[in-house]
């Protein structure tokens, strides 16, 4: 009698431990993104994968810093928002081990005015509004060197800073702002470097109101899809990493966002 009740409890612990996989692999998969856009093309990543079998909850945050704090604490699984060169910057400043797993949408920079037509139109001494972080501000330095606004010094890319202009024409004058805060600014200041991210949802277009835009091409337009090192090979990222880039969410973001955001897949 002994041994049949054994043998159950036995049968009841490899029951367990069989369906403890297949329990993880069902789990809902929390995935940060920024209001926005990035929010919008989530929302149709998570119906995709529902029809796939996965779950997904999207958390949303108004700012770049605390979807890399969260992740790191373990509150979600993935983030998605930034560009490489952030990621790696924050990694360091902050001892985070976050990867980047899989490429998401393409988001170019633009600059944007409300007082000129043309970057040409510029006057001497202008205000020109930046991104306060030390990565995006970055950015923001070479799309202006690229519209010859500004020169940096031989070499100086992702880590370029303004003790880094060596030639500035028309005696630009930089504000350093939160990146979120920079569509606002444009009423304060003569232009303003402002990430498509927080550009769309201010109703601003970057096909159509950006007097200049990054290249697609560019080290920081890449989006990626972030994971930590302990859990990059949760088979539910690979799972979301293929409704991410899929052709629905392709037609989405061509339709949606035309000229402002485009897939790398």
């Not at 790696?88 to 899989?102: D, F, I």
């Amino acid at each position: 009698m002994r041994l049949r009740h054994t043998l159950a409890a036995v049968a009841t612990l490899i029951g367990f431990a069989a369906a403890a996989p297949a329990m993880a692999q069902d789990a809902e998969l929390k995935v940060g993104v920024t209001v926005g856009p990035h929010a919008q093309i989530g929302e149709v990543v998570q119906q995709v994968a529902a029809r796939q079998g996965l779950k997904v909850k999207l958390v949303e945050f108004s700012d770049f810093i605390q979807p890399n704090a969260a992740l790191d604490a373990k509150e979600l699984d993935l983030n998605i928002y930034q560009h490489k060169p952030f990621l790696e910057s924050q990694n360091k400043a902050r001892g985070y081990k976050l990867v980047p797993v899989a490429t998401a949408v393409v988001q170019q920079m633009g600059i944007y005015s409300k007082r000129v037509k043309s970057l040409d139109d510029l006057q001497p001494g202008a205000k020109v509004a930046i991104p306060n972080d030390p990565t995006n501000g970055a950015r923001a330095l070479l799309v202006l060197q690229a519209a010859k606004l500004i020169k940096l010094k031989d070499g100086v890319t992702v880590t370029a800073s303004l003790f880094d202009v060596v030639d500035n024409p028309k005696k630009l004058k930089f504000v350093e702002i939160e990146a979120a805060q920079l569509p606002h600014s444009l009423a304060d200041v003569d232009a303003a470097a402002v990430n498509s991210a927080y550009a769309i949802p201010a109703g601003l277009s970057p096909a159509k109101d950006a007097l200049a835009l990054e290249s697609k091409d560019a080290p920081f337009a890449a989006v990626v899809i972030a994971a930590r090192e302990d859990n990059k090979n949760d088979p539910r990222i690979a799972r979301f990493i293929k409704a991410y880039q899929s052709d629905e969410v392709k037609a989405f973001v061509a339709q949606k966002f035309p000229g402002a955001y485009s897939t790398s897949w």
